[in-house]
């Protein structure tokens, strides 16, 4: 079946990502997004299963954030925030730091995940400069680990992912390291923090959850030990809440659920509740203070365009406006409670190594995926939108999803699988 003259034409000028463009499957035409439905330019529908890259957390186009965002667009769709502010970005920072725990209330907006995560690799780094210590400025970060496409945020993913391999010898060398989940670990830390005093800015770690490096998850205890190791080491802890902020692991934030406070934490996709492109570097008072000096250069030099977005953070702002007035994280609980019962199925299939769930993720490892475009395709063919990636199949549903509709989605799966065994 022949798609619209858009795709067609289209097709010869864009370039997908992740994609080997001379061999991938053509991509699926979408004509619009309702709820948890993804609609086809053939008007056939598919369930979403992962919210788009774990975005849509209210499902899409929810009225409130529409009418948010319509009403931003009337009056002020962008203005610069170099010497002008603007009324939702400052309420949203506001808003921000009354969430976040502890003195983290500092807020730095920037348009995409891997770009806050810059961001505060340069605070941490800028922040030992300013206060006279010019040899930290390498990270230490963990195998499995992800943090975004740009240069310097590959340089702090898991070397040996493979995505990014290609790159390794244009990236500059951070610390890496294994998560400290038991005593050996946690000693070759300790001892890697030592040997390495006075080159480390930060420890980096995404809390609870290495998503795009494998869904690994992690105990809070885990968090914890890292606290006391930056603190114990002198180094700052910057945790990347990209994926895991807001709702997604059955707290708003992670790091609550180890009762800690992060130096720097980074914010973005489920921010805007999915319909717009922001993020946030939230610094903690001592960290922001660093860099109030007499001198010029102590200021933080870094400033995108399109940063504080009038209509992203009004989005933003509706998006906030849900999570206090709607039952969210009553709704990821129950999310869990059914995707462990129902994924639960799986685990006896053939080629299925382990069945985890964390709040709104409910994760599939397989030992191997023979054909990774025949999955999606017979995924696809049972009316639902899952990816796949490496030997993961995963959920990360809107957090609005009925249990019909989520008992549609763990179905498909086990359906798939089954099948292909
Ligand atoms: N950090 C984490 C933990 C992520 O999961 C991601 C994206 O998946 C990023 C950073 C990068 O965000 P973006 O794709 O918006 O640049």
């Given at each position: 079946m022949r798609g619209p003259q858009w795709l067609e034409r289209g097709m010869h000028h864009v370039w997908l990502p992740y994609a080997q463009m001379q061999t991938a499957p053509s991509p699926l035409p979408v004509v619009a997004t309702q709820g948890r439905t993804i609609t086809l330019a053939d008007g056939s529908e598919l369930l979403d299963g992962i919210a788009s890259w774990w975005t849509a957390c209210h499902g899409y186009n929810h009225p409130h954030i529409r009418q948010a965002v319509q009403a931003q667009l009337a009056c002020m769709p962008h203005v610069m925030f170099g010497g002008l502010v603007n009324e939702p970005a400052l309420t949203l920072a506001t808003r921000l730091a009354a969430l976040l725990?502890?003195?983290?209330?500092r807020v730095f907006f920037t348009d995409s995940g891997s770009v806050a995560v810059e961001v505060a690799m340069k605070m941490a780094i800028q922040y030992w400069l300013n206060r006279g210590?010019?040899?930290?400025t390498r990270l230490l970060a963990f195998r499995g680990g992800y943090h975004g496409d740009t240069m310097a945020t590959m340089a702090v993913c898991?070397?040996?992912?493979?995505?990014?391999s290609l790159y390794a010898g244009a990236l500059p060398e951070h610390f890496m390291a294994e998560l400290p989940v038991d005593a050996a670990s946690t000693q070759a830390l300790d001892n890697l923090l030592a040997q390495s005093a006075g080159q480390i800015a930060a420890i980096i770690v995404e809390p609870l959850v290495q998503g795009a490096g494998g869904m690994l998850f992690h105990s809070p205890d885990v968090l914890l030990t890292l606290r006391q190791l930056a603190d114990r080491h002198g180094v700052l802890l910057i945790l990347?809440?990209?994926?895991?902020?807001?709702?997604?692991?059955?707290?708003?934030?992670?790091c609550e659920q180890a009762g800690i406070v992060p130096d720097i934490i980074t914010l973005s996709k489920a921010l805007t509740g999915g319909t717009m492109a922001l993020a946030a570097t939230v610094a903690r008072r001592h960290v922001f203070e660093a860099?109030?000096?007499?001198?010029?250069?102590?200021?933080?030099m870094h400033g995108p365009t399109?940063?504080?977005?009038a209509m992203a953070c009004a989005c933003a702002n509706a998006s906030l406006d849900l999570f206090a007035c709607e039952p969210r994280l009553t709704q990821v609980a129950q999310i869990e409670a059914q995707m462990r019962s129902e994924l639960e199925?799986?685990?006896?299939?053939?080629?299925?190594?382990d069945v985890r769930v964390m709040g709104a993720i409910g994760v599939v490892e397989l030992?191997?995926?023979?054909?990774m475009n025949a999955l999606k395709a017979a995924l696809v063919a049972q009316g639902v939108w899952v990816r796949p990636f490496r030997t993961i199949i995963y959920l990360t549903p809107a957090?609005?999803?009925t249990p019909a509709e989520l008992s549609r989605l763990t179905a498909a799966i086990h359906t798939v699988l089954a099948h292909q065994g």
């Open positions: 725990p502890g003195d983290l209330e210590e010019r040899g930290r898991d070397p040996d992912e493979g995505m990014h990347d809440e990209i994926f895991t902020g807001f709702g997604r692991t059955g707290t708003l934030f992670a860099f109030l000096s007499d001198n010029p250069l102590h200021a933080l399109f940063m504080a977005n199925a799986c685990r006896h299939l053939p080629g299925v190594v030992a191997r995926i023979a054909d957090f609005t999803i």
